[in-house]
């Protein structure tokens, strides 16, 4: 059974860069065409589509609100893939989930909250 | 970008009772449509893909339909554990989720 597990800082100061950290268990990143995925979720709000990576074409695909600020690379000796979101600000406060994706979203990590605040 | 939009955003219901969820796209998705469920402090789970057929281990008290704009899940009879948020999603244009529907015990 393939679980995702997200790791990183819980709080990340306004300007400056949020980075995660997704681990895959029970399968493999470099398997499949699977879509390895970014979402997030604003306290009490809906869900948020970040971005993912797609192993197979090597492509990456981001969400256009927030693609001048995003970016997702994958190491697969480790087999994890990673988020980066430049310059947050208080807005991005949010739950972040990394999932799989095989045409929809059938795998998902916990969730850590992640807080923008100085 | 696609918009979907969920109605009713809240749903009172007893167990025993039927619920109907909708769900409306701002422009065609085909049967590229996905419900989930949410419970408090939990990631989303995959119940419906394509619209009408139900994920691996979904009970059969789970069932959607429609397609194009206009799609629908059904509980035909609320369990307890069934009150939680419903959201659905499209993978026809990028991916994009409704802002969701509590389903709440009444």
């Known amino acids: 059974q393939v679980q995702l597990q997200e790791s990183g800082p819980g709080l990340v100061k306004p300007s400056q860069t949020l980075s995660l950290t997704c681990t895959v268990s029970g399968g493999f990143l470099n398997s499949g065409a699977y879509y390895w995925t970014w979402i997030r979720q604003h306290p009490g709000k809906g869900l948020e589509w970040i971005g993912y990576y797609i192993y197979s074409s090597g492509s990456t695909y981001y969400n256009p609100s927030l693609k001048s600020r995003v970016s997702i690379s994958i190491d697969t000796s480790n087999n994890q893939f990673f988020l980066k979101l430049s310059s947050v600000t208080a807005a991005d406060t949010a739950v972040y989930f990394c999932?799989?994706?095989?045409?929809?979203?059938?795998?998902w990590g916990q969730g850590p909250l992640v807080t923008a605040s100085s | 970008e696609i918009v979907l939009t969920q109605s009713p955003a809240t749903l009172s219901l007893s167990p025993g009772e039927r619920a109907t969820l909708s769900c409306r796209a701002s422009q065609s998705v085909r049967s590229f449509l996905a419900w989930y469920q949410q419970k408090p402090g939990q990631a989303p789970r995959l119940l419906i893909y394509d619209a009408s057929n139900r994920a691996p281990g979904i009970p059969a008290r789970f069932s959607g339909s429609g397609s194009g704009t206009d799609f629908t899940l059904t509980i035909s009879s609320l369990e307890p554990e069934d009150f939680a948020v419903y959201f659905c999603?499209?993978?026809?244009?990028?991916?994009?989720f409704g802002q969701g529907t509590k389903l709440e015990i009444k």
């Open positions: 999603q499209q993978r026809g244009s990028w991916h994009t």
């Open positions: 999932a799989r994706v095989d045409l929809y979203y059938d795998h």
